[in-house]
């Protein structure tokens, strides 16, 4: 492993730490095939930027962002910003020539996310975009199954992320909660790519939808006495179809901040004529599979620790978060190097674009109260 890919990071925050948690553990992935460290930092909270003097192989830590675009010592920009930022930061990246490792979802709507697909298509940088999910033990093994073939003919798919912090009214504002911040799309921006990666990595690209939007909760404290305007759509539901093989397929898409009785579960579930699969993060340890026969049983798989790529961590232990943001991470590190070999990979710019032209539908069919085709 001689190579060293030298990241720097801009937006310290939760994401930011995470990743600088998991540079500063690399040594856990077995043969892997590029080093990689954090060389700089940059955040406008100064109390931010003191948690990364800790860190040995961080040089630079400052609140000007174009020092990490002028650093000879920094390859790699992981950006962690409110989406509204995304579209003038990435730009400025690709521009300096470094290689990006973007937030989801790309830009806050359609035209920003073109704009940064155009700057990509111009620059030789290599970029991908956030999204960790995939890399759970448990959607590799749907990844698997589905490319099986066991599963006969599909005859629908359905995949969502919810939350329910939202549903407590007292909550303060935050920009998630505020168009201006993260887009009109709302929701859709902040978890539909989770949602939506593993469809269109594997082809099943919708082609149109009908949206259920809602926004249930339309003000909340403003954390200085008041009230401030909730204007994004807390929950989305997307009807769509895919064509596979020929056959029009139904798809369902959740995306909710308000899902009562959820903590942050994210699951995928594929039906087909010979059998089926699910899996969810309300229950990381378990794959659910079944075969048809005379009679229909669904059978449980107790799963291990068995990441993409391997680490010292033995396969009977269980996975964290940190863990499958390690193997996102990883995904995205070897295949900059191109050394995937044929591994499932980070969101592509242009999955990123395709996931905006259908929340964009999704805003149309809302607004006409419509089915709505969808035009990448």
């Known amino acids: 492993m001689n190579n060293i890919a030298k990241v720097g990071i801009i937006g310290g925050g939760l994401m930011g730490k995470e990743a600088a948690s998991a540079f500063g553990r690399w040594f856990a992935l077995n043969d892997y095939p590029v080093a990689v460290e954090l060389s700089a930092v940059c955040d406008l909270d100064e109390e931010v930027l003191g948690w990364y003097e800790q860190i040995p192989s961080v040089q630079l830590i400052t609140s000007d962002y174009e020092q990490i675009l002028a650093s000879d010592q920094v390859d790699v920009v992981y950006v962690a910003l409110p989406h509204h930022?995304?579209?003038?930061?990435?730009?400025?990246i690709l521009e300096?020539?470094?290689d990006l490792l973007a937030e989801k979802p790309f830009g806050m709507n359609l035209q920003a996310a073109k704009n940064i697909y155009g700057a990509f298509e111009a620059s030789s940088?290599?970029?991908?975009?956030s999204s960790e999910f995939p890399f759970l033990p448990g959607a590799q093994r749907v990844i698997a199954?589905?490319?099986?073939?066991?599963?006969?003919?599909?005859?629908?798919i359905h995949a969502g992320f919810l939350h329910a912090s939202d549903l407590n009214p007292q909550k303060p504002i935050n920009w998630k909660r505020q168009s201006q911040f993260c887009g009109e799309i709302g929701?859709?921006?902040?978890?539909g790519i989770h949602v939506i990666h593993i469809p269109l990595r594997l082809g099943w690209q919708p082609r149109r939808l009908y949206s259920q939007l809602q926004k249930v909760i339309t003000r909340r404290p403003d954390g200085?006495?008041?009230w401030a305007e909730s204007d994004t759509w807390n929950n989305a539901?997307?009807?769509?179809?895919?064509n596979i093989e020929g056959k029009d397929i139904p798809m369902t898409l959740e995306m909710k901040r308000l899902a009562p009785g959820q903590k942050n579960s994210w699951y995928i579930e594929v039906l087909?004529?010979?059998?089926?699969?699910r899996y969810s993060t309300k229950d990381t340890k378990t794959l659910w599979t079944f075969r048809r026969g005379e009679e229909q049983a669904w059978q449980q798989i107790d799963l291990g620790f068995q990441g993409p790529f391997p680490t010292i961590t033995g396969g009977i232990f269980e996975v964290g978060f940190p863990d499958y943001f390690m193997q996102m991470l990883a995904a995205y590190f070897a295949e900059r190097e191109g050394s995937l070999n044929g591994r499932f990979g980070c969101l592509t710019p242009q999955e990123a674009l395709m996931s905006h032209h259908i929340f964009q539908a999704a805003l149309e069919s809302k607004r006409t109260q419509s089915v709505v085709e969808i035009t990448y």
């Open 224 to 226: 200085q006495g008041g």
């Open 272 to 277: 087909g004529t010979e059998g089926g699969v």
């Open 96 to 98: 300096s020539g470094k």
């Open 125 to 129: 940088s290599f970029v991908r975009c």
């Open 145 to 156: 199954e589905i490319n099986s073939g066991r599963m006969g003919d599909i005859m629908e």
């Open 237 to 242: 539901t997307l009807t769509t179809d895919v």
């Open 85 to 92: 930022l995304h579209e003038e930061y990435y730009i400025d």
């Open 187 to 191: 929701v859709m921006g902040d978890l």
